[in-house]
């Protein structure tokens, strides 16, 4: 990468959605899911190079809009989510992302990105990530509770990248998971739908959690686990949303992303601060166990970091570049003289720039 | 305005800097200084309806990065913006911008707009609407201290909204004032280039300080001050980045946008965190007294907030939308079904989609 080459180019990268899919289309999206878990893993093992901080967050009754930047020394990140769980009564996604990647040393943004489907692939990227050194070695068997619209890549990154080959469907709308087994029908996969949440849970390897309800929900209780589990819980990535209950958390070694975002957006929001959990990069790393034995019950409580898309923004960036997808946006006043901008205006006189037709004027 | 009809259009509404041109040619300069004004002193009006935040940077060795987010009930909006003094060394712009209004009720985002342009329209509209409460009646000198990019839109701003007749200009750069000399010639605005500070300052009404080095300068010290002066303190905006020395500080009456972020950001970022200071809003609302008499010295310790990018992408997406400028952009995914995001890429089989020519991934 030679991010400092492109800085003096203002005109930053854009990548729009349906450029984002002819890009995974391109590709494969096994090469994609696996490519960005390779970025994320790359960037986790050098944690403390990053400049980090929680999300910031702007809640309202319906929803959270959030800001998640985070740089290192020479790129700058940040994506734009919401959260929004009523939206798909309306026609909307629940979740709509979009993100920039800008150089440091100069300010400049290189790449605007759609990370609505991004985000998708990158969530799962680092489920399976995180399932590699935490699932038990052999899992074959998933259960997937939640079946709207990050199921599907939850799925295929657990088959490709870990090697599970049976797949137990739960959600309260049968129609998401009709749409799930249409989607993924032929995938090698076999799927089966579950009437309860216990029956798909029963004697799975790996349980994955991904509801989307803003409330503090308990969608897997301490009855339904058993031993060697590996608990993926990604749906409860806020205050007040949750998945797991306390008695799961409590029975599981738990490991997180980033403890300050974490304590406060994840399942382990109803737990004590002082509750015990372990940071994934550090097991990536070796400095700490992953998973001890056979037996042990581990929880992924992923609320997603911008580490991960920092990682999935480099992933879409080069492969763009490689591919040649993509266009150049006007964002910036293109100067000869740095320090006129104002010179920007002058097409003719000053005054006909002070004074144009000021009943035309939308204020 | 009707943001929640437009909320289910997921194409942005899209300005480039070259549109943002084109839009302030269209109104004329004085409009949209005084319609950006108004905006934002409506919004002033409204301050308890926000919820506020003071803005997250990163910093870096030669600058900073930061997002400044801001809502209210209905409406999202947040500012992307560097600050790299080293950059015009380079060619480039100190400071680039851009920003994004949202709907809250489903976070759609609704307007990505240019904002390098925009801010300093909008740091001007604020700085005049500050020194209408906070100078002497009848001002109409005014010192211009650092002629750099954003300099002639406090002249004209001060002309226009306030009143300034005879501007004095001084920068460490002299082909920087040569370049505000023949931009503003024509403007009707006497232009007179000056030594030093002290020959700029001296019997002015006013002192704009907009300079931009990140360190702890001192533009302006204690014994350059008259009784009766109003300091519009533009360019100390960060931590270690200050013009005004702490004795300047002591001795006026110091206004400043929102007391968590200027404590930090500000020049009173050099005083005790006891210092008194009076957020702008309390004297636009009348809840606090602006210049109190005749011999004061005020100060507007100016680092530039959210609220004001707020307004601005108000006023520039209604201007937009009345002209009929902008194009839309194919941010996020379009879905007959919100819960089916891997349908979109779903063109033939599933086969097709996992598998394609993995050589090719940028990886």
Redesign the interface.
């Known amino acids: 990468m030679a991010f400092s080459k492109q800085?003096?180019n203002?005109s930053p990268l854009?990548l729009?959605?349906?450029a984002a899919?002819e890009l995974?289309?391109?590709?494969?999206?096994?090469?994609?899911l696996s490519?960005i878990a390779?970025?994320i893993k790359a960037d986790f093992l050098r944690w403390e190079d990053f400049?980090k901080?929680a999300r910031?967050a702007?809640?309202?009754f319906?929803?959270?809009?959030e800001?998640m930047?985070?740089?290192d020394?020479t790129t700058?990140s940040?994506k734009?989510v919401?959260?929004?769980p009523k939206?798909?009564a309306?026609?909307?996604?629940?979740v709509?992302a979009?993100g920039?990647m800008?150089d440091?040393?100069?300010?400049?943004?290189l790449f605007l990105s759609?990370l609505?489907?991004t985000t998708?692939l990158r969530t799962a990227a680092t489920s399976a990530l995180a399932a590699k050194v935490l699932a038990r070695p052999g899992s074959c068997v998933m259960a997937l509770i939640g079946?709207?619209?990050?199921?599907?890549?939850q799925a295929?990154a657990f088959q490709?990248l870990l090697g599970i080959e049976t797949v137990r469907l739960y959600d309260l709308?049968p129609k998401?998971s009709a749409?799930l087994m249409a989607?993924?029908?032929?995938?090698g996969l076999n799927l089966q739908i579950c009437d309860s949440i216990a029956q798909a849970v029963k004697g799975a390897d790996i349980v994955t959690t991904v509801t989307a309800d803003k409330s503090c929900a308990t969608i897997i209780t301490a009855d339904l686990i058993e031993p060697g589990m590996h608990i993926n819980g990604v749906g409860g990535d806020c205050p007040g949303k949750t998945e797991l209950s306390a008695g799961v958390l409590a029975a599981s070694k738990v490991f997180v992303e980033y403890i300050p975002q974490s304590r406060v957006e994840g399942d382990i929001q109803q737990m004590p601060d002082d509750f015990e959990v372990t940071e994934l990069w550090q097991v990536l790393k070796g400095h700490q166990p992953g998973r001890e034995h056979v037996h042990q019950i581990t929880v992924f409580d992923s609320v997603g970091f911008a580490l991960e898309d920092f990682a999935a923004l480099r992933?879409m960036y080069?492969?763009a570049?490689?591919?040649g997808l993509g266009e150049r946006?006007?964002?910036?006043?293109?100067?000869k003289?740095?320090?006129?901008?104002?010179?920007?205006?002058?097409?003719t006189?000053?005054?006909?720039?002070?004074?144009?037709?000021?009943r035309?004027?939308?204020?």
């Open positions: 800085a003096t203002l854009y729009s959605a349906p899919v995974v289309q391109s590709i494969g999206l096994k090469a994609c490519g390779d970025f400049d901080s910031v702007n809640h309202s319906d929803g959270v809009i800001l930047p985070i740089a020394d700058y940040f734009y919401n959260g929004h939206n798909t309306m026609g909307l996604p629940t709509m979009f920039v800008a440091v040393a100069t300010g400049a943004p759609e609505t489907l998708a079946n709207g619209a990050q199921s599907e890549f295929l490709h709308d998401a749409k989607n993924l029908s032929g995938s992933f080069e492969s570049c490689a591919l946006l006007s964002l910036m006043p293109q100067m003289d740095p320090k006129n901008l104002f010179g920007t205006l002058l097409k006189g000053i005054s006909s720039v002070i004074e144009k037709s000021e035309i004027c939308a204020a």
